[in-house]
């Protein structure tokens, strides 16, 4: 990952600010405010994404294959980004890929999805990076009951860190691919300022401290908004 520029997202151009919406609360489906991700990857271009690994059998651009649902800014121009969870989603695969000892294959958006994603709904595991559906392992198709349990069952094994949505057919389960992740992690460079510093933070009268929506300004915006 070395050749991965890390970025605060909270100073990037105006235009990719509104769509990935660094620090700001967004809630989960039972009405739970979670912090958006605030640091992230810059994959300059789909050769980049290719080619660097985030664990030694996954590279970049599995994590942020999409279609037309995606933002045209997460989707048509370069560079994209990847929240720094990414790298330990890819560490848990890694060691799914291991104990199967088979190919894991990452749905088609079923990685990394922007706030701005048509299938975003409410704050999923997705837009921190740290969310993954899989459609096939090895020979095996993710698209019954039985493999599904079969490979979840694996997966959670392996880490008490890693949660599989249930087989079923309603809100919150899943019936055509496995979905794991690793919760809503916000991983934080050396050096860098915390995900809300002090200064982020001001007193309601009501509910105390309340973290502020961390946001750059229009004056950061640089060539490349335009």
């Known amino acids: 990952m070395s050749n991965l520029r890390v970025v605060d997202a909270t100073r990037l151009p105006k235009v990719y600010r509104d769509v990935l919406r660094p620090g700001e609360l967004m809630h989960d489906r039972e009405g739970r405010a979670r912090r958006l991700p605030r640091w992230f990857f810059e994959v300059p271009s789909w050769e980049a994404a290719l080619e660097t690994d985030l664990a030694p059998h996954f590279k970049v651009w599995e994590f942020l294959n999409v ?8 989707r048509l121009r370069w560079p994209r980004y990847l929240p720094l969870g990414v790298s330990m989603l890819a ?10 000892g088979t190919y894991v294959h990452v749905a088609a958006n079923g990685g990394y999805r922007s706030p701005a994603h048509r299938l975003t709904h409410h704050a999923s595991t997705h837009l921190w990076g740290t969310g993954v559906n899989l459609y096939r392992i090895g020979d095996d198709w993710l698209d019954d009951e039985k493999t599904i349990n079969r490979y979840s ?3 959670r094994s392996l880490s008490p860190g890693i949660f599989a949505l249930p087989y079923g057919h309603g809100v919150g389960e899943t019936d055509d691919q496995l979905h794991l992740d690793l919760g809503y992690v916000a991983v934080v460079p050396h050096g860098a300022r915390s995900e809300v510093d002090s200064a982020d933070i001001r007193v309601d009268e009501d509910e105390g401290p309340v973290a502020e929506p961390l946001r750059g300004t229009d004056e950061d915006e640089t060539e490349t908004d335009r």
């Open 67 to 74: 279609d037309v649902r995606e933002h045209e800014v997460q």
């Open 91 to 100: 560490a848990a695969l890694e060691m799914l890929r291991a104990h199967v």
């Open 153 to 155: 069952r694996m997966a």
